[in-house]
T-cell receptor, first 115, second 110 residues
Framework: KAGVTQTPRYLIKTRGQQVTLSCSPI?????VSWYQQTPGQGLQFLFE???????NKGNFPGRFSGRQFSNSRSEMNVSTLELGDSALYLC??????????????FGAGTRLSVL | SQQGEEDPQALSIQEGENATMNCSYK?????LQWYRQNSGRGLVHLIL?????REKHSGRLRVTLDTSKKSSSLLITASRAADTASYFC??????????FGAGTRLTVKP
């Protein structure tokens, strides 16, 4: 089975722009979660989608949003980019059930740099 | 916000030695998982231990969980240069959240 695929791998944007990141989960996985990783804050949970519905949300401003399509693929959008949004964005998928009880399979991440 | 705290933040050992990393957390959990991350890459799941388990093994990995002390440890035996990576604990919470710690950076010198 193919693993979790994130595109693009690298992105450079300027402040004020918006960006969309994409994640294709492992075939058959219905849960997709997004994380932001920075040297200062570590790995922080953004949100989780399951069957096209946001099931869980971390403590991030409304500029961070996401969605999930019927084929379980997910996109994450960040509007009005700030310098502090520079980070590695990781997507993870898991089979089903509750996020807290399942093993997550991570993609390689999208490295976003905001200038 | 992070739930787990790994200790130490960084660990450097020689190949063949054992490496022990600790994780402490604050609230009750459903399970605790350990993940490995090679530099700038995604995380790879290592082992999951449920809240009613005390010890689990997988190859050269041994994980213990003490829910009374809200702590877990990961032991890597006979370490190899390829074990060089960051190791994170992740706690599955009762409210279905999952929280990662800050990680331990392990360097294994050949």
């Amino acid at each position: 089975k193919a693993g979790v695929t994130q595109t693009p791998r690298y992105l450079i944007k300027t402040r004020g722009q918006q960006v969309t990141l994409s994640c294709s989960p492992i075939s058959g996985h219905r849960s997709v979660s997004w994380y932001q990783q920075t040297p200062g804050q570590g790995l922080q949970f953004l949100f989780e989608y399951f069957s096209e519905t946001q099931r869980n949300k971390g403590n991030f401003p409304g500029r961070f949003s996401g969605r999930q399509f019927s084929n379980s693929r997910s996109e994450m959008n960040v509007s009005t980019l700030e310098l502090g949004d520079s980070a590695l964005y990781l997507c993870a998928s898991s089979l089903s059930g509750t996020l807290a009880k399942n093993i997550q399979y991570f993609g390689a991440g999208t490295r976003l740099s905001v200038l | 916000s992070q739930q787990g705290e790994e200790d130490p933040q960084a660990l450097s050992i020689q190949e063949g030695e054992n490496a022990t990393m600790n994780c402490s957390y604050k609230t009750s959990i459903n399970n605790l998982q350990w993940y490995r991350q090679n530099s700038g890459r995604g995380l790879v799941h290592l082992i999951l231990i449920r809240s009613n388990e005390r010890e689990k093994h997988s190859g050269r990995l041994r994980v213990t969980l003490d829910t009374s002390k809200k702590s877990s440890s990961l032991l890597i035996t006979a370490s190899r240069a390829a074990d060089t990576a960051s190791y994170f604990c992740a706690t599955g919470l009762d409210n279905n959240d999952m929280r990662f710690g800050a990680g331990t950076r392990l360097t294994v010198k050949p």
